[in-house]
């Protein structure tokens, strides 16, 4: 994912869906390693719920 999108998608995970810092900051960690997707990184240690992550994905097709 490009810089500006990722630094997009992190203002809406912030903003939109009022995920905490340290909760964006412990995915943002975990997905570069590994270069897994972030919103899949965020469901899989429990940070986002399912609904959420729908939404996640709606909006980075609109994006």
Do not use: C
């Not at 240690?45 to 994006?63: H, M, S, V």
């Amino acid at each position: 994912m490009e810089a500006k999108k990722r630094s997009n998608l992190i203002q809406f995970l912030r903003e939109e869906l009022a995920l905490p810092t340290s909760a964006i900051d412990l995915a943002v960690k975990h997905s570069q390693p590994e270069l897994a997707p972030l919103p899949m990184v965020l469901w899989q240690y429990g940070l986002i719920t399912l609904n959420q992550l729908d939404q996640i994905f709606d909006w980075l097709e609109k994006a």
